[in-house]
């Protein structure tokens, strides 16, 4: 079965530059979701898309801003990237609907600020 | 404050040894509780959600049970590939976000 894709999988970046995260949800699920996971951290929720409107906003920084677009991909576009930033970003996708909420989550973009 | 804790942090246990994990949680309101896996380096995989208090699922040797203020996931039997980071999280009422407990990282020996 198809899962969601992340790219790209690994990304070196230099402070004060910029980075775009894209994912591509299972095919018919309608709702992407970005989380932020610090090594040894569990997952921290970003940000939500519902049929492309943003649904839910959490713990992400103003430097950040996220898109869902019309073929339902999202973006994650970061920027004045700081050290802290390096983390392991995932993306998620569900078909929301009456116990239709799970989430299934893409393998990871793995970002290294330097 | 809507909140998820896990327990233990780390576990090791000899292959054949059973055990469980907990996941206690405070929520305005249960939308759903879920657990994963998620080994180094990679992606959580879903293994069950759970609805409702009394609730239980199965699959292979793992089992999840749910009550009004938490859940285990009860590991029967397990293999050195069992071992991996175990993860629960909550849906509180009126949100999908998922709100993560820190896991609980398991080993098994053989």
């Known amino acids: 079965a198809a899962g969601v894709i992340q790219s790209p999988r690994h990304l070196i970046k230099e402070k004060r530059e910029t980075a775009t995260l894209k994912c591509y949800p299972i095919?018919?699920?309608?709702?992407v979701y970005w989380y932020q996971q610090g090594p040894g951290q569990d997952p921290q929720f970003l940000i939500s898309?519902?049929?492309?409107?943003?649904?839910d906003k959490g713990s992400i920084p103003d430097r950040f801003s996220a898109q869902q677009f019309s073929d339902y991909h999202s973006e994650l576009n970061m920027s004045s990237l700081e050290l802290g930033d390096s983390a392991l970003y995932f993306c998620?996708?569900?078909?929301?609907?009456?116990?239709?909420?799970?989430?299934?989550f893409g393998p990871g973009t793995r970002l290294l600020v330097l | 404050e809507d909140q998820v804790t896990q327990s233990p942090e780390a576990l090791r246990l000899q292959e054949g040894e059973s055990s469980s994990l907990n996941c206690s949680y405070t929520?305005?309101?249960?939308?759903?509780l879920f657990w994963y896996r998620q080994d180094p380096g990679k992606g959580p995989e879903f293994l069950f959600t759970?609805?409702?208090a009394g609730e239980e699922k199965e699959k292979e040797r793992l089992k999840a049970t749910l009550t009004k203020k938490e859940s285990f996931l009860h590991i029967t039997a397990p293999k050195p590939e069992d071992s991996a980071t175990y993860l629960c999280?909550?849906?509180?009422?009126?949100?999908?976000?998922?709100?993560f407990g820190t896991g609980t990282r398991l080993k098994v020996l053989a």
């Open positions: 929520v305005s309101g249960l939308r759903g």
């Open positions: 999280a909550v849906q509180a009422s009126g949100t999908y976000k998922y709100i």
């Open positions: 095919p018919r699920h309608d709702t």
């Open positions: 898309f519902y049929e492309k409107m943003q649904s």
């Open positions: 998620a996708s569900s078909l929301t609907g009456r116990n239709q909420e799970t989430q299934y």
């Open positions: 759970l609805y409702s």
